[in-house]
């Protein structure tokens, strides 16, 4: 299984970016990709994640009304996009994929760890 984020880059407060995770080596649909994000010296927090078998979503509370996942199962892609950024959201920001089970606890901050994860996209907002 691999993953790759890209996507991200430098936007001002207020701007909008869009990531994308592009997934390859799964067989099936039973699994889920989740957004995480780690700005300099906090801990990983999660932001959002999507179950590829009914394209249910599922946000913390920091991305609800802003941000948003989609699945495009075509080209097995997933993506992010982040309105109304804040400095805040500034952090390298990471897909990760496992089951839904193990990726929704994580995503609550639950001591879980996705099984696979891509290489993280750094998102810069400047106020």
């Known amino acids: 299984v691999q993953l790759q984020a890209s996507g991200g880059g430098l936007v001002q407060t207020g701007g909008s970016l869009r990531l994308s995770c592009i997934v390859s080596?799964?067989?099936?649909?039973?699994?889920?990709i989740g957004w995480f994000r780690q700005a300099p010296g906090k801990q990983r927090e999660g932001v959002a994640c999507?179950?590829?078998?009914?394209?249910?979503?599922y946000y913390t509370d920091s991305a609800k009304g802003r941000f948003t996942i989609s699945s495009d199962n075509a080209k097995n892609t997933v993506y992010l996009h982040m309105n109304s950024l804040r400095p805040e959201d500034t952090a390298v920001y990471y897909c990760?994929?496992?089951?839904?089970?193990?990726?929704?606890?994580?995503?609550?901050?639950?001591?879980?760890?996705?099984?696979?994860w891509g290489k993280g996209t750094q998102v810069t907002v400047s106020s």
């Open positions: 990760a994929a496992d089951s839904l089970q193990i990726t929704l606890a994580t995503l609550r901050g639950l001591h879980y760890s996705p099984a696979h």
């Open positions: 080596g799964f067989t099936g649909d039973d699994y889920a």
């Open positions: 999507i179950n590829r078998a009914d394209g249910k979503t």
